[in-house]
């Protein structure tokens, strides 16, 4: 039970006091919410009004740009969907306000999709161009159709009615609109603690290394535009009961850039700062309106000026705001982690191979870089249970030949094939790490922003890609997805640190994560490219040490390293590349002395060296 | 086909004048990674110069020609300075920020130079004094004034210098060697502040050019006339692969063929939207733009 209490104090407890203070913000700003119409005057409480709704826009967008990491200049698209979809609906089909939620949502959604599956490809600048192409798209044509009302617009557009009473005045708008904002604030909320929230984190932090931990990639980020398009739908509605009439100018590219505004004010993946984000941006300009020639100037310059003393924002959102650690965790599964954590893993979704067998096998690739031949017809198979090292001189393929197994890039030709039958050629990253290979990086690729819990829970994600399941993206962090990642955590000696930032581990403690983050996915095979370099002596006997465990704990290891006494102590095979094809293999023994490999590699630099003092004393 | 021939030569003339435009988004995008969205209001800026400039100048029966040329030098210039100034204030100190503070920066500082002109020159439009001679010529049944050709020709000197500056001097080679690296371009010796103020300048002053000739041509000029022609302009550097200097002139004129055909044959309300249809189309099979990147990301 000694090891009980060792597990006890390396889990933090949640800071409750922080907890405490936010509790009370958060109960005297609602309170002040729900006053605020005692307070202020009509005109007052119309600006409430517009920045409810504004708040309500900066939440859905903020799912868009704060969690997920993408630009977009046209949210007011889906503003106008939501306004333009239940408007029509009332006037034409005389829905209730209230019977046309499910359908103004919907359309929102689909056209997240839309406008989601095109960007799918796009490096990040190139969103800002086609999704502001995509706002004006959407208004260019409800201002041009008749029966949008072109530019005239919608009106007759009865008000929303709550148990039997139309909502009309400013105040009942205002409560309207509050009880809009909880919905988003419940919502997006719900979404950034779920498993589909640590995707997107992971996803703005590395795209590539999030493919490569088994994040479906094109599927999160086209859930993002849809989850932000949904909000921005409600915010829609309530804009069109507000006034009976809706018109195209609302939903112009200068609406965007105001909701963008109400984001990078308030503080990126921020919920509080939304609100506060909306206050600043709608209310400021009111409240200067006495001076009202210079307030869009002054305005402007105070958002240069914001920028330059504090470009996170107001009211950022804290780094690891997330802790999937914090709950202490109940002694039962505490016990239950101790008692597996030295054990052998089990058994993968795939189910373990017999020993020996063969489970992957690579033939005949070939992959070139313009003129370059990075790879030349390379075959070799990986067997269940060895450690198999390739090494090469610089440049000899090595890490292209990883690139051509995980599908970061797809080889020109050859194929790769996982037990002999199942091609792995044009499949995905993401799904190879669920079939049962994962990887690491030569320069490690870790999330930088996030903890370290939560980039070892990230190597879940090959298995719960899924959107609705119990081990779903929607769903929250179990305790079963905890106890693993504690396990792993354990097992590369990093437990104590799980709250740390990964960008503050030390370079040994960054390697020992990537390979944790990578054994979450229950992997049959690890692949790791060149992971002693750059370690001291001290750190690569404990690297060594790690992967034998990894082995024995049943996990094949396919290994790219350049320092020969790892490879020679760690490897049962070794293939040796040069210039991109295959000069030799063996047992290290057979390698060390094989003629061929001493020319092409380890006696290379010698004769370099001495060829290069020959040139100098020449 | 005379109607196609003259939707031909007013395209080319439109998209002469975005072409320029499109060069400064897409050297700004080349060297810091921002897209400016404060490019187009500073040839909107520069236009108004030209437009101070004309005016002052015809009151007092200068020759057409200097007035012109003077005013494109007035125009340029300013711009330039402009250009430079909003680099040093508000991109410089946020270099090494988030990419998204520098947009917002940007936005920022683009709201102001529209709110200041608005502010010194009305909200209204501002008509430049109908200085240029109409006379052209027909061919086909297509009527291209000597303005238009002289405008198109002037914009491709201007391109033409732009690409033998950038190819053939020394300053132009450390703007092309910061735009593939900036860690190396800082390693070899490159005066890297510098030589980005200098594609400021450099792409401001293109744009002013933009500006004066537009305000020439079109005769009407006001503050949002920025707005319209930096999103067009934009588009083309995107379409042309986006740090690419050669693709952003093809672009340009490109846009303003699609822009001129769809005035023509559909009509003017839907040009824009059928300018961002073609974009995103262009996007979805070909994400790096019709004349591809530079930039690659290492595995």
């Given at each position: ?9 390396v ?9 405490g ?23 007052s ?44 609906l ?37 969103l ?59 919502f ?19 795209e ?72 600043v ?37 804290r ?14 599964e ?9 054990e052998?893993t ?11 067998s063969?489970l ?65 050629l ?16 030569q ?17 879940l ?11 779903g ?17 354990t097992?590369?000696?990093?437990a ?6 990964a ?5 040994g ?25 750059g ?19 049943g996990v ?12 020679m ?18 047992p ?12 092409a ?18 | ?28 995008y080349?060297?810091?990674r ?11 800026v ?17 020759p ?24 040093r ?30 502010l ?15 006379a ?11 303005v ?19 190819h ?27 030589t ?43 379409l ?14 490109l ?20 300018i ?23 595995v």
């Amino acid at each position: 039970m000694a090891g009980v209490d060792r597990l006890r104090r390396v889990i933090p407890r949640s800071p409750r006091a922080r907890l405490g203070a936010q509790g009370g913000l958060t109960v005297t700003a609602a309170a002040v919410a729900l006053l605020l119409p005692l307070m202020l005057s009509t005109y007052s409480m119309s600006v409430a009004v517009t920045v409810v709704m504004y708040a309500i826009l900066g939440l859905g967008l903020n799912v868009v740009v704060g969690y997920a990491g993408l630009l977009d200049l046209g949210y007011a698209a889906f503003f106008a969907i939501g306004a333009y979809t239940s408007s029509l609906l009332q006037l034409d089909a005389h829905l209730s306000f209230w019977e046309t939620l499910p359908a103004a949502v919907a359309a929102a959604a689909v056209s997240g999709c839309i406008i989601g599956y095109p960007t799918l490809r796009l490096r990040s600048d190139y969103l800002a161009i086609v999704t502001l192409g995509f706002g004006e798209i959407v208004r260019i044509t409800v201002t041009n159709l008749s029966v949008t009302g072109g530019a005239n617009g919608l009106y007759g557009i009865p008000p929303a009615t709550v148990f039997g009473t139309s909502i009309v005045s400013e105040s009942g708008l205002y409560y309207l609109g509050l009880f809009f904002l909880l919905i988003a604030i419940v919502f997006t909320g719900l979404l950034s603690r779920s498993r589909l929230g640590r995707a997107w984190r992971t996803l703005r932090e590395d795209e590539t290394a999030s493919e490569a931990v088994g994040v479906p990639a094109t599927k999160v980020k086209l859930l993002a535009y849809v989850m932000g398009a949904m909000v921005g739908a409600l915010a829609g509605m309530y804009f069109s009961s507000q006034f009976g009439t809706i018109d195209p100018t609302t939903f112009t590219f200068t609406t965007s850039v105001t909701i963008l505004l109400v984001v990078i004010v308030g503080g990126m993946g921020s919920i509080p700062g939304m609100i506060l984000g909306a206050l600043v941006v709608i209310a400021l300009p009111e409240a200067l309106r006495p001076i009202s020639s210079y307030r869009l100037l002054i305005f402007a310059l105070g958002l240069v000026l914001l920028m330059l003393v504090r470009p996170q924002g107001l009211w950022p959102a804290r780094r690891s705001r997330q802790g999937s650690f914090t709950a202490p965790l109940a002694p039962r599964e505490v016990t239950a982690t101790t008692a597996t954590a030295g054990e052998a893993t089990e058994a993968p979704a795939a189910g373990r191979p017999e020993p020996g067998s063969l489970l992957l096998r690579v033939s005949g690739l070939r992959h070139s870089f313009g003129g370059v031949i990075a790879v030349n017809d390379v075959s070799f198979d990986l067997h269940a249970g060895e450690i198999l090292s390739i090494i090469g001189p610089n440049g000899a393929g090595k890490t292209t030949v990883f690139n051509c197994i995980t599908g970061m890039v797809t080889p020109q030709r050859g194929e790769v094939s996982l037990r002999g039958e199942r091609s792995l050629l044009k499949v995905k990253p993401h799904k190879i790490v669920s079939l049962g290979l994962a990887r690491t990086f030569q320069g490690v690729r870790l999330f930088e922003g996030l903890d370290v819990a939560d980039n070892c829970l990230a190597g879940l994600s090959a298995h719960q890609g899924r959107l609705v399941s119990r081990h779903g993206l929607l769903g929250r962090t179990s305790a079963q997805d905890r106890r693993e990642a504690l396990r792993w955590l354990t097992f590369v000696g990093l437990a104590g640190k799980a709250h740390v930032l990964a960008s503050e581990l030390s370079y040994g403690d960054r390697r020992r994560l990537e390979i944790a983050r990578s054994l979450m996915s229950r992997p049959l095979a690890l692949l790791l490219d060149e992971p002693a370099a750059g370690t001291n002596p001290t750190e690569k006997r404990e690297l060594m040490g790690l992967v034998r465990q990894v082995r024995n704990s049943g996990v094949t290891v396919l290994l790219i390293e350049h320092d020969m006494g790892v490879v020679m102590g760690l490897s049962d095979r070794v293939i040796v590349l040069d210039q991109g094809a295959v000069i030799a293999e063996g047992p290290p023994r057979q390698i060390r002395s094989d003629p061929r490999v001493i020319d092409a590699y380890l006696g290379r630099e010698d004769r370099e060296a001495t060829e290069a003092v020959g040139e100098v004393s020449e | 086909m005379s109607a196609f021939l003259q939707y031909v030569v007013n395209g080319l003339t439109s998209g002469a004048f975005i072409a320029l435009v499109a060069l400064g988004y897409t050297m700004i995008y080349g060297v810091i990674r921002l897209i400016n969205f404060a490019h187009g209001d500073v040839l909107m800026v520069g236009s108004f110069i030209g437009y101070e400039v004309v005016v002052t100048l015809v009151a007092q029966h200068w020759p057409i020609a200097l007035i012109v040329l003077l005013a494109l030098l007035a125009g340029m210039a300013f711009t330039g300075g402009l250009g430079m100034l909003i680099e040093r204030v508000a991109y410089q100190p946020l270099l090494n920020s988030s990419r998204l503070a520098i947009l917002i920066s940007a936005l920022g500082v683009s709201l102001a130079l529209e709110q200041g002109a608005q502010l010194i020159f009305g909200a209204g439009y501002s008509a430049y004094p109908n200085v240029l001679s109409s006379a052209g010529f027909t061919f086909a049944g297509a009527r291209a004034s000597y303005v238009q050709v002289g405008m198109i020709v002037l914009s491709l000197l201007l391109m033409l210098g732009l690409y033998l500056f950038v190819h053939k001097t020394m300053a132009g080679t450390a703007m092309r060697a910061l735009a593939m690296d900036k860690d190396a371009a800082t390693l070899m010796g490159i005066n890297v502040p510098r030589t980005i103020l200098l594609t400021f300048m450099l792409g401001s002053v293109l744009a002013g050019a933009s500006g004066v000739m537009q305000g020439l041509y079109y005769t009407e000029i006001n503050f949002f006339m920025g707005f319209l022609i930096g999103l067009r302009a934009f588009t083309a550097a995107v379409l042309g692969g986006i740090g690419n200097i050669p693709g952003a002139m093809v672009a340009g004129f490109l846009i303003g063929l699609i822009g001129s055909f769809s005035d023509g044959y559909i009509s003017s309300e839907w040009s824009d939207a059928i300018i961002f249809a073609v974009l995103i189309a262009v996007l979805v099979f070909k994400p790096t733009g019709l004349f591809g990147e530079r930039v690659a990301e290492r595995v």
